[in-house]
């Protein structure tokens, strides 16, 4: 029976990036799956192979991701999560599997879900998170906390939940095609993940 680890990890903490490191190197398994898009995987691998250093922020919710998590510990870009998962992977020559939908995917699950007043009032959602004061305590519920902010709107939940079924489906082809996968997914994504997990009957441990 093929053999599924599921990692649960906070995006941008360093300190994650060596905990994910870690469990490659400790559970060697056949393949290692990251919840990132196939276009992602190949920016972040050619950053990882060029000189540049920490890559620039993308947007203003990621601005404040990155100052609220920053109270936790060393934060960068790319997410070491992802990165140290795909130096590890390489250096003892494991294939690297992306998760997440392509850009075209993604482009239409967004247009499917994200309505028209969603979209205009993105502005106001901005302010809301720049003035909220979060209470979280550690970096688990930082993360959580700020999900459930940005994806306050239903379209935006609908959208995530699209996202987690298609990793799982993802992740259920990757069972089939390896005898022990590693599939790391950012921490928010994970319970839903978990649900698809279930209904398929997929068996996983996670670390």
Sequence with gaps: MPELILAGAIRGLVSEGKRIARIVDET???AVALAVSPEGLRAMEEHLNSE???????????EIYVAGLEAFGEVIKPPPCFSEAWKSASAIDLPVEPL?????????AFC???????MVSQGRCQRRIAKHKFQATSPKEFVL???????????HQKLEREREEYMVMKINKLTNKYEKVLAV???ERVD??????DQLTIQYKLV
């Design 52 to 62: 540049d250093e920490n890559a620039a922020l993308e947007n203003f919710e990621e």
């Design 192 to 197: 839903g993940v978990k649900r698809g997990l």
């Design 100 to 108: 997440d939908m392509n850009d075209d995917k993604y482009t239409n």
């Design 185 to 187: 997914v950012e921490l």
């Design 28 to 30: 060697r398994p056949d």
């Design 145 to 155: 906390e700020f999900d459930s902010i940005v994806n306050r709107q239903k379209g």
């Design 112 to 118: 499917r879900n994200i309505s028209t007043l969603e």
